[in-house]
């Protein structure tokens, strides 16, 4: 005879399956996120801010040049204060050409090694993205077709149950309640009986 299976609660696929669907609404969208970012990151090292630099770092060479063209000057006109201060000037001016020297470093260094540093994150991501967008769908489904087959299996199972055979103990109880009834069937016609031969005695 075959098992029948022990169904206690079809509600907790329903509820893990509903969970699953909001998980799948939150994470695509997120992983989607992460993957914009990583390209303005990239274009941000290796266009915006290569740019920007290299624009800083013309402008402000050129500022150097013209403090030290007005230092020249005023050493060439015996201005001692005001070659003081054009001296503190060309300083401050060097000073903005070799940050911006080394800002222009770091950011090829970086476009340079970005790819390395992400790619391997990035191939994760993709692998989850696809598995996201690939398996989980089927998951849903075949839970979604369980769901469905054990409510039907509930169904039958019910009346099932209903009409199964007695156990021995109460077909035991029944075989004697029937036995009973049949004794008590069986009085009025030995009552009978008597009544006739007392009749013939008379």
Sequence with gaps: ?????????????????????????KARPALEDVSDDVMRTRVWL????????????????????MAQQELSAARMGGMREASSAHQAAVYKAKRAVDEAEEKLRRVKQWGREFDNRVEPMV?????????LTSEMPKATFYLAQAIKSLDAYAGVATP?????????SEAKAEDGAAAAG??????????????QNQGGGL
């Excluded at 191939?123 to 598995?131: E, H, T, V």
């Excluded at 099932?160 to 021995?168: E, G, I, Q, Y």
């Design 182 to 195: 049949d004794a008590a069937g069986a009085a009025p016609a030995g009552e009978s009986g008597a009544s």
């Design 1 to 25: 005879m075959a098992e029948r299976a022990h169904i206690t609660s079809v509600e907790v696929l329903e509820s893990f399956r509903a969970s699953l669907i909001v998980y799948l609404t």
């Design 123 to 131: 191939r994760q991501l993709d692998k989850l993205a696809s598995f």
């Design 160 to 168: 099932m149950m209903a009409d199964a055979p007695a156990k021995p």
């Design 46 to 65: 290796q266009n915006d801010q290569r740019v920007h630099w290299e624009n800083q770092m013309r402008r402000r060479s050129k500022l150097l040049e």
